[in-house]
């Protein structure tokens, strides 16, 4: 099932995390991976296209979890790796920053695709550009209070901080505007983890997630 930008986002913020996937994996691991975030109440996952057979994981992904989850194409760096996401499967786009190509590529074919930022200038030109939900990369750099200064001039922008994003301090960053967050190793903690751990990280990370909103 194909989405408008605007459903992407709309999920994105509904469900809250983003599940990062970054590395070697067999695609038998991948789809369990999945079915337990599922399971756990994360919906939307991201290969990043730096891992190892990211193209065929995704659209993998697609047909084996698509009902229930999101499924996103990350380290986007050119217009071509766009098009070769799309052709994937991908429904949403994320970028370590920001490509003017790439971005106008995915404008073009009306999906999401959140390129990084990390300043307000940087925020400033991809929200001119037409995306208004960004990654904020590296995210633990400054913390939850560098995301509540940002968003004080720019509170028309959704961020997503990524990097850093721990149970722990989940729920800061919730409390500091972001409209979603993404997380890798501190969530997905590599090929051999068990999916008892994970279950317990994605758990724990919704648990603080949800709490936030009722604080």
């Excluded at 300043?119 to 030109?125: F, G, L, V």
């Excluded at 994003?165 to 993404?182: F, L, S």
Aim: proline share 4%; aromatic share 4%.
């Amino acid at each position: 099932m194909s989405i408008s930008t605007e459903q992407a986002k709309t999920r994105i913020r509904e469900g809250g995390i983003v599940a990062i996937v970054r590395g070697r994996y067999e695609q038998s691991k991948i789809l369990a991976i999945a079915d337990t975030l599922a399971a756990a109440g994360v919906t939307a996952m991201e290969v990043t296209l730096n891992s190892a057979n990211a193209r065929e994981h995704i659209t993998a992904l697609r047909k084996h979890v698509g009902n229930r989850m999101l499924i996103g194409a990350g380290t986007v760096r050119t217009a071509q790796q766009v098009d070769e996401s799309i052709d994937a499967g991908a429904q949403f786009l994320v970028s370590p920053g920001y490509d003017a190509e790439s971005v106008q590529r995915s404008l073009k074919a009306n999906i999401l695709h959140l390129p990084g930022v990390f300043t307000p200038t940087e925020a400033q030109h991809a929200a001119a550009a037409g995306c208004r939900m960004l990654k904020l990369f590296p995210a633990d750099t400054l913390g939850p209070t560098y995301l509540k200064a940002l968003r004080a001039p720019l509170d028309d922008i959704h961020f997503v901080p990524t990097g850093g994003v721990t149970a722990a301090n989940i729920g800061e960053w919730r409390r500091a505007g972001a409209v979603a967050v993404a997380a890798g190793s501190t969530l997905i903690a590599g090929p051999d983890q068990s999916l008892e751990d994970l279950a317990q990280r994605a758990a724990a990370m919704r648990r603080g997630w949800t709490e936030a909103a009722d604080a």
